[in-house]
């Protein structure tokens, strides 16, 4: 399976709008390279413009959706279109995952559960998810979860127990804390024997040098490709095969005694 990380530039200068295009035009190059596209968490305002959330929301069906479904219809791949901020009908404000088939169909939408700011920003600006999404594809299934998600490892326990093999995390990552990003998505990988996939954004946004350094880790946490600073496309060909055949020789999560683990043995 090949899968590709567009760690998209969000220095500011750019339109919203702008942006959506530049974006799209990146997932359509990646047609015949990628079988999954990944984008970053809140790519199209920056996951540190508050002020921007309330005027730059849209409805789940909005034009990021109608942009990314196209895209990926067009490239034929599966894409994690990353996270917009999302107006609930009813008026809250959500940071929504959008996750699109080969067709151009929403497959899933995940809100993120874990909000960052503790008294300001996005933790009192949005409202929490309160779901686990995991999505099938043919090759393997996506755990999704969210930049600051990272740092619950519980959420990661319950999307592996609903089957997840493959984790996604896409994430407004800064990089003063970039040696945590590692870290994270490394332990991650380690402690729930499945691949990890983080996909982080370039650039500075409101005053915020982004920490870049996309990642894939593999269920042993070995590091199979990483980015650098700036803009890049992170692509990477991994076997999902080798979640099983690591659980199976180190099947430590069997012997799970707490939370969600299953009898045993």
């Known amino acids: 399976m090949r899968a590709s990380l567009l760690q998209i530039d969000v220095n500011e200068g750019e339109s919203v709008e702008s942006r959506r295009v530049r974006v799209a035009s990146l997932v ?9 596209v990944v984008l970053p968490e809140l790519w199209t305002t920056g996951a540190f413009a508050y002020e921007a959330f309330s005027d730059e929301a849209e409805p ?8 990314m479904a196209k895209a990926a219809s067009d490239a034929g ?3 994690h279109a990353g996270s917009i901020p999302e107006r609930d009908p009813e008026g809250p404000l959500y940071n929504t995952s959008l996750i699109f088939s080969p067709s151009g169909d929403l497959v899933a939408a995940y809100r993120k559960i874990h909000r960052f700011g503790f008294d300001k920003g996005e933790a009192v600006l949005m409202s929490a998810g309160e779901e686990l999404v995991t999505v099938r594809l043919p090759e393997t299934v996506l755990g999704v979860a969210t930049c ?26 800064p990089e003063r804390r970039r040696a945590h990003w590692t870290l994270l998505a490394q332990a991650r990988a380690v ?10 954004t370039a650039g500075t946004h409101a005053g915020v040098p982004q920490a870049g350094h996309s990642i894939v880790v593999d269920p042993w946490g ?8 700036g803009e890049e496309v992170l692509t990477v060909e991994f076997d999902p095969g080798k979640v099983a055949v690591t659980r199976d020789q180190f099947p430590a999560l ?10 045993r043995r």
């Open 148 to 173: 600051y998600d990272l740092r619950f490892p519980e959420l990661f326990r319950g999307l592996v127990d609903a089957g997840a093999e493959t984790l996604v995390v896409p994430a407004g990552w």
């Open 60 to 67: 789940l069906e909005g034009p990021t959706h109608e942009a």
């Open 222 to 229: 070995e590091v199979l490709a990483r980015s650098g600073a």
């Open 191 to 200: 402690e729930n024997q499945a691949f990890v996939l983080a996909c982080g």
């Open 77 to 79: 791949v599966w894409l």
């Open 28 to 36: 359509r190059q990646q047609a015949g390279s990628a079988d999954l």
């Open 254 to 263: 069997k012997d799970r005694m707490l939370g969600l683990a299953p009898p």
